[in-house]
Antibody
């Protein structure tokens, strides 16, 4: 059974930093692209970042480019999101999601971890 | 960036009725579109990928159609568990983008 468990969400001050983790199990982690998607309070889903399985390419939404860094440790079956220069508008539930083969959609999602940016 | 526009924002339907949700892309996606269902407090659920292929375990009452810039999600006979917010997502280009969602309510 595929499981994705996010952690690391917290209350942080504007300008601060935070690292989210996503522990994966139930599939061959190294073979699949992984993504982060967020949902701000009262808003819709927003794709944040993806890390391809092959080639190690990473992609970012314009809203987080230069501030967030996605990484993965295939030996630990874990995906990370390093967030810096946090803003109030980064407040959201952050979901980790597994990519389908060939990147056609996100077929498994975690329950999310809440990041609150406030003074 | 490809802009995804969903309509309507809210769809009010009765159980057993048919629901038709639309998603329009600002440029051609071929068939590189997915649909998700999202309920409060739960993880989003993949319904459709490749514009028309149901994901594993998705009931046959959910169907997707369309290509290029116009896409539709149809729920043939709404069940109580289908009341949720539905999102389309394009994965044809980076950055990937979601529509703003359609809330299906009773």
């Amino acid at each position: 059974e595929v499981q994705l468990l996010e952690s690391g969400g917290d209350l942080v001050q504007p300008g601060g930093s935070l690292r989210l983790s996503c522990a994966a199990s139930g599939f061959t982690f190294s073979s699949y692209a992984m993504s982060w998607v967020r949902q701000a309070p009262g808003k819709g889903l927003e794709w944040v970042s993806s890390f391809n399985a092959i080639g190690g390419n990473t992609y970012y939404a314009d809203s987080v480019k230069g501030r967030f860094t996605i990484s993965r440790d295939n030996s630990k079956n874990t995906l990370y999101l390093e967030m810096s220069s946090l803003r109030a508008e980064d407040t959201a539930i952050y979901y980790c999601a597994k990519g389908r083969p060939s990147g056609k959609g996100l077929d498994y999602w975690g329950q999310g971890t809440l990041v609150t940016v406030s003074s | 960036e490809i802009v995804m526009t969903q309509s309507p924002a809210t769809l009010s339907v009765s159980p057993g009725e048919r629901a038709t949700l639309s998603c329009r892309a600002s440029q051609s996606l071929s068939s590189n579109l997915a649909w998700y269902q999202h309920k409060p407090g739960q993880a989003p659920r993949l319904l459709i990928f490749g514009a028309s292929t149901r994901a594993t375990g998705i009931p046959a009452r959910f169907s997707g159609s369309g290509s290029e810039t116009e896409f539709t999600l149809t729920i043939s006979s709404l069940q109580s568990e289908d009341f949720a917010v539905y999102y389309c997502q394009q994965y044809n280009n980076w950055p990937q983008t979601f529509g703003q969602g359609t809330k299906v309510e009773i």
